[in-house]
């Protein structure tokens, strides 16, 4: 994981890019007003939620299985 100013990322952006997708890098864009950013490629955004899917099954599996007993 990376953090670079929005400056750099303004300037740079299909560099920025090209990391986030071709090396699967994910970026914090770090803003001045402290509103920071995420860059991510599509594939690791929907691995990220795949993952959070899957955690939240489990938890609520967890959850139902407790209740029972």
């Known amino acids: ?5 929005s400056s750099a990322f303004l300037k740079e952006f299909t ?4 990391q986030a997708v071709d090396e699967n890098e994910v970026l914090i864009i770090q ?3 402290g509103k920071n950013l995420v860059l991510m490629s599509m594939d ?3 691995e990220y939620n795949r993952e ?3 955690l939240k099954k489990k938890d609520e599996a967890d959850g139902s ?3 029972e007993k």
């Open 65 to 67: 299985e407790k209740s």
């Open 44 to 46: 690791k955004y929907n």
């Open 15 to 18: 560099v920025y890019a090209e």
């Open 52 to 54: 959070l899917f899957l």
């Open 31 to 33: 803003r001045a007003n």
């Open 1 to 5: 994981m990376k953090v670079i100013p």
